[in-house]
């Protein structure tokens, strides 16, 4: 009997202390880590210890030390892979099992939104120059085409850069994109509207054409019609299209881009008297006049003199 006692209380004496001290099982570890940057956001991949379920992903900023954000994502058969959206930088990423465990540990820079450089001719002949053929001038208009040429200045070109670059840059905080650019030498004489082909692919969107007028860029909005835009000028001189992603003007002009080309003068032509211009004919008919008229004086002094006598 006591030693059915004695058993019995040290069963419930070992289930006591398995209930206040229970048993953990060992955190896995992270096998390998690979963390890798694009824009405006980086990839968490790698593999994690047999029978880990999930695994806690720490950002940190460059100190190492700023918590910036985390992610708890599932582990699958050993593998496990999560994005996450940042802001332009360079972080330090932490993985470790959801359980606990030792952190692996890597940095990476996530670079801002690409800007399309355009640096040398090659880069704007790419297929982004256009072409004589998708040129033309629309019916009452009064511009007359001289030429359409590649731009191959390498001051303009860098100009060009720049101007995009701002537009890149607006892009980029207002969250729309430019999805082509175009470019070309327009010589030209008149004011009015010019016809561009840029492809039926892009119907319906907006396209910012910018020309350099006053010693400055400057841009007027054209929605694509038929695969074509008509954008009005007062002068020509180097032209660059950049089509959008954006079906009105909404979002383009809350990140700060102005329309701001001056506007094309539709008054009409005014009839201008012009002086006929003097002939052979009237020479003759003013020399006939002048000689009549030194007849006339001579007649006339030859009639005083007859009265003096």
Same mark, same amino acid.
């Given at each position: 009997?006591?030693?059915?006692?004695?058993?019995?209380?040290?069963?419930?004496?070992?289930?006591?202390?398995? #209930?206040?001290?229970?048993?953990?099982?060992?955190?896995?570890?992270?096998?390998?880590?690979?963390?890798?940057?694009?824009?405006?956001?980086?990839?968490?991949?790698?593999?994690?210890?047999?029978?880990?379920?999930?695994?806690?992903?720490? #950002?940190?900023? &460059?100190?190492?030390?700023?918590?910036? @954000?985390?992610?708890?994502? $599932?582990? *699958?058969?050993?593998?496990?892979?999560?994005?996450?959206?940042?802001?332009?930088? /360079?972080?330090?990423?932490?993985?470790?099992?959801?359980?606990?465990? &030792?952190?692996?540990?890597?940095?990476? @820079? #996530?670079?801002?939104?690409?800007?399309? &450089?355009?640096?040398?001719?090659?880069?704007?002949?790419?297929?982004?120059?256009?072409?004589?053929? *998708?040129?033309?001038?629309?019916?009452?208009?009064?511009?007359?085409?001289?030429?359409?040429?590649?731009?191959?200045?390498?001051?303009?070109?860098?100009?060009?850069?720049?101007?995009?670059?701002?537009?890149? /840059?607006?892009?980029?905080?207002?969250?729309?994109?430019? #999805?082509?650019?175009?470019?070309?030498?327009?010589?030209?004489?008149?004011?009015?509207?010019?016809?561009?082909?840029?492809?039926?692919?892009?119907?319906?969107?907006?396209?910012?054409?910018?020309?350099?007028?006053?010693?400055?860029?400057?841009? $007027?909005?054209?929605?694509?019609?038929?695969?074509?835009?008509?954008?009005?000028?007062?002068?020509?001189?180097?032209?660059?299209?950049?089509? @959008?992603?954006?079906?009105?003007?909404?979002?383009?002009?809350?990140?700060?881009?102005?329309?701001?080309?001056?506007?094309?003068?539709?008054?009409?032509?005014?009839?201008?008297?012009?002086?006929?211009?003097?002939?052979?004919?009237?020479?003759?008919?003013?020399?006939?006049?002048?000689?009549?008229?030194?007849?006339?004086?001579?007649?006339?002094?030859?009639?005083?003199?007859?009265?003096?006598?």
């Amino acid at each position: 009997m006591k030693k059915v006692l004695m058993t019995m209380v040290m069963i419930m004496t070992l289930c006591l202390t398995l #209930v206040h001290n229970p048993i953990k099982a060992e955190a896995g570890n992270v096998a390998s880590l690979n963390v890798t940057a694009s824009d405006e956001e980086i990839n968490v991949s790698g593999t994690m210890d047999s029978g880990v379920v999930a695994a806690a992903i720490f #950002v940190y900023a &460059e100190d190492g030390k700023t918590l910036v @954000t985390m992610k708890t994502t $599932q582990v *699958d058969s050993g593998k496990f892979s999560e994005s996450i959206a940042l802001e332009p930088g /360079t972080y330090t990423v932490k993985v470790a099992d959801y359980d606990g465990g &030792e952190f692996a540990t890597s940095n990476v @820079t #996530v670079a801002g939104k690409t800007i399309p &450089e355009l640096n040398t001719e090659e880069d704007l002949a790419n297929g982004d120059f256009i072409a004589k053929e *998708d040129v033309s001038v629309p019916t009452g208009s009064q511009v007359k085409i001289i030429s359409v040429d590649i731009i191959t200045d390498s001051a303009i070109i860098s100009s060009i850069q720049n101007d995009l670059l701002s537009l890149e /840059t607006s892009a980029y905080e207002g969250k729309w994109d430019i #999805v082509k650019v175009l470019a070309m030498e327009l010589k030209a004489s008149g004011k009015g509207a010019v016809s561009i082909k840029v492809g039926d692919t892009y119907n319906g969107k907006i396209a910012i054409v910018s020309h350099f007028h006053d010693g400055k860029w400057t841009r $007027q909005f054209c929605k694509v019609v038929n695969g074509a835009i008509e954008p009005k000028f007062d002068s020509f001189s180097p032209i660059t299209v950049a089509i @959008t992603d954006q079906t009105d003007t909404n979002a383009i002009i809350k990140s700060g881009v102005v329309e701001n080309e001056p506007s094309v003068s539709s008054a009409p032509a005014q009839s201008v008297k012009v002086k006929s211009p003097v002939t052979g004919d009237d020479n003759i008919n003013i020399l006939a006049f002048a000689m009549i008229a030194l007849a006339f004086l001579l007649e006339s002094t030859m009639i005083v003199k007859k009265i003096r006598k």
